[in-house]
């Protein structure tokens, strides 16, 4: 199982874009809805090419490496969901896990999205192609405020059968030797920061304030 993804809903689709550009991204995916229906524009296609027009982005789709980021229009940014890599004997003991939970799971042939009581969700997916083959710009550690009052962080650890770390009122860490979550109380559910491992992001915040931070440690 190996952390790499997370999703933005944000009015700034086009700097979330350059922003990851810049540091190595590559755009595998543009989706946007345009004059009532769905289509791709994808590169060659650059932002000049289409700012002319009224386009509802769905998803915009960025592979670095182990890391996939994506994005779409939204009125307001809002952390949607972040994910996980994992083998077929793992999916099925997690999609276990959430129907025990009582969690709602939606299941496609694409990906799989669990939703949380907190409505930020988790993606668990089996296809290894949404990143690349080389082993380089792996995130080590994701940490998410969210509110402690709605429920207790540490039922994602049950969810993913991963380890608990740390753990009091305003804090739970867990994951295994290659990643860690760091979940800590807050009022409102954000993505705080990222830690890479990459020589790249030198703790520089995204257009929608995720803070990447370069963590060569593991």
Known sequence: MNLFHYHWWTDKAEEMENFYGELG???TLRVGRYQDKFEAFNPP???NDFRHKDIKFRIIEMVKGQTNITFGNGSRDI????GFIVDSAEYDQII???NNQGWKVNEDVRRTFISTPWKVKVEVQKRREVVQEENHTRMNQMEIHLPF???NPSLFGTLLGQKIIRKNSEL???GS???TVKFVDSTETRLHSVSFHSNRFSNTADPVNTILIENNAN
Do not use: P, T
């Not at 952390?79 to 972040?82: C, E, I, L, P």
């Open 45 to 47: 296609l650059q932002w």
């Open 177 to 179: 030797n290659d990643w």
């Open 149 to 151: 009052s709605i429920n």
């Open 96 to 98: 276990n896990r959430a």
């Open 25 to 27: 991204f590559k755009v």
């Open 79 to 82: 952390f949607d969901h972040f």
């Open 172 to 174: 739970v860490i867990l």
